[in-house]
């Protein structure tokens, strides 16, 4: 059990890099601190019946489970609806109420601060996919005295999250064990020799037939088009006639695709931290490879230039890459007698570089680690891996796995995965046999594939596209990409570090906030400096 201030902490960590990607599956978040075994806050009730407006209820236990007493006294309201677990190519339910063939998707909203001058909800996704949309609006509810979202905003909207079917509270995915979770998370990140390497294809492979063996022929309707056509069924059952929408780096995806589906019922949509959707499987993580090698080396050269605040300096390409060698050999072991493995210890360096605040949390660990203490490296990649205290996870990473490979229909061979983390290797030293080896988990994902579109959002109004030169886990590049498939996207760019913009600065915040208020554009090329 955290202790407040562990726990304010740690929301401000999940606002400040909201989304990121995880190696072993090939896209995911920052975790939302819920243990499988209990969700905090459990939304309950009766459950509308698609098409039918929900019963609101009253729940503070939210936010008190989250992040305990500490949390800003804010109205909560929950609800429960069900949607088709299959729409349909059209969008039409091809099942309803009384067939048992529903998904259940939880609800949470932060009422608006001044009512009387209310413009309607303002729907949230914090990425993944598998991030708990009910969690994070309760931590964007919170204002900017916590890292929440400006008054500007939560004084004119209802902050609404929803959990995206298979996640958390909503008909959660739940398929892989934590033992198995541990050993991916514990394995080499670059694993040379052929017996290492076939291991980690033995442990995708059990871990895709399980997945298969549980579910079967529905994993293909955990995909992005299904969740949102149920974003659609949200924004009816908040009674708003269009859309308002936040989405952070998986979430611009979802956005997106939301506005090819139905740009007509389009308010506005923020999209920050901007994914491609026409680069497919492999290109999208070479991109991520190149992104979080550019991450690091800004790492160490502020380590080099702020040697005071970092152990590691002069050098601490070398330091890193040094810890992650000895524990590939002699692993150093906690208190606990948990090891950190060289797996672990590669994703306390992936935790820290989503926000440059984490920069000098890294050099702390690394050094600490050094000195024979892992503590400070568990509590970052457990941080990154949605791990708790007693070693049980959320069901992130189950749906993280569902929804991406049901997504992609390119489905690299375990032969073309070994050429790449080679070729990568030499590219991306640090990063890119990891993001080559993730790539087995889709390659052996079992199940049928449900792309969505990746066209026009022909008839919508104009979307902000809101990019990070800095951002390690959807690099800049991908912010034009993303506005220009769309057809009316303005790109709103950040000249910061880390993952994600928005409310970072006041040039990003006002910009932003224009839109969502006032329906005011960002001008053409607008370029937002760090500070």
């Known amino acids: 059990m955290y202790r407040t201030t562990d726990r304010l902490r740690r929301a401000r960590l999940v606002l400040a890099g909201l989304a990121a990607v995880v190696l072993l ?22 459950v509308a019946a698609p098409g039918t407006a929900p019963t609101w209820r009253a729940c503070p236990e939210v936010a008190d489970q989250l992040v305990g007493r500490g949390a800003p006294d804010m109205r909560y309201e929950c609800a429960r609806i069900a949607v088709p677990r299959n729409w349909g190519n059209g969008g039409g339910a091809t099942a309803g109420p009384g067939t048992g063939e529903t998904f259940e998707i939880a609800l949470l909203r932060a009422r608006s601060t001044k009512q009387r001058d209310r413009i309607g909800s303002l729907v949230i996704n914090p990425g993944g996919p598998g991030g708990s949309g009910v969690d994070t609006a309760v931590f964007l509810s919170f204002g900017p005295a916590f890292g929440g979202l400006p008054s500007a905003v939560t004084e004119r909207f209802d902050i609404v999250g929803f959990d995206p079917r298979g996640v958390q509270r909503s008909s959660p995915v739940e398929c892989i064990s934590d033992g198995d979770l541990d050993a991916s998370f514990g394995y ?8 290492s390497f076939d291991g980690f294809v033995t442990l995708n492979q059990k871990i895709g037939q399980g997945c298969g063996a549980k579910y079967g022929n529905q ?4 995909g992005t088009e299904q969740a949102a056509r149920d974003m659609d069924a949200v924004r009816a059952a908040v009674g708003d006639d269009k859309l308002t929408y936040l989405g952070y780096s998986y979430g611009t995806l979802l956005g997106a695709t939301y ?12 999209l920050d931290g901007a994914v491609d959707p026409r680069q497919g499987l492999v290109a999208g993580s070479e991109s991520q490879a190149k992104g979080f090698e550019r991450a690091f080396t800004n790492f160490t050269r502020w380590c080099t230039a702020n040697a005071g605040r970092c152990p590691i300096a002069p050098d601490a390409r070398a330091a890193v890459t040094s810890a992650i060698d000895k524990a590939r050999v002699s692993p150093v072991r906690g208190a606990d007698g948990r ?48 791990r708790d205290s007693d070693g049980h996870y959320s069901n992130l990473f189950d749906a993280n796995l569902a929804v991406n490979c049901a997504d992609e229909d390119e489905k690299p061979s375990v032969t073309q995965i070994r050429q790449l983390q080679s070729q990568w290797r030499e590219k991306y030293p640090l990063f890119g046999p990891a993001l080559a080896v993730g790539l087995l988990g889709c390659a052996e994902w079992p199940g049928g594939r449900d792309p969505y579109p990746t066209g ?27 506005a220009s498939m769309l057809g009316v996207g303005r790109v709103l760019t950040w000249e910061g570090e880390g993952h994600t913009a928005y409310p970072q600065t006041p040039c990003i915040t006002d910009a932003v906030d224009a839109y969502l208020v006032d329906l005011t554009v960002p001008r053409e090329g607008l370029r937002c400096p760090a500070r």
Not at 188 to 195: L, N, S
């Open 25 to 46: 599956t090939a896209g995911c978040t920052l975790p939302t601190f819920a243990p499988r075994v209990e969700s905090a806050g459990e939304p309950s009730g009766a």
């Open 188 to 195: 080499d990140p670059d694993p040379r020799a052929q017996e």
């Open 219 to 222: 994993l293909p309707l955990y």
């Open 259 to 270: 506005a090819q589906l139905y740009p007509q019922r389009v308010r506005a949509l923020v």
């Open 339 to 386: 090891e950190a493995t060289a797996g672990w210890v590669f994703y306390a360096v992936i935790s820290s570089l989503y926000t440059e605040q984490g920069w000098q949390e890294l050099a702390r660990a690394i050094d600490r680690l050094e000195g024979g203490d892992p503590k400070d490296v568990f509590r970052l990649a457990d941080a990154y891996a949605g």
């Open 456 to 482: 026009a959002a022909t008839g919508a109004p104009p979307i902000v596209v809101v990019g990070t030169t800095g951002d390690p886990a959807t690099p800049y590049e991908q912010t034009a990409a993303l």
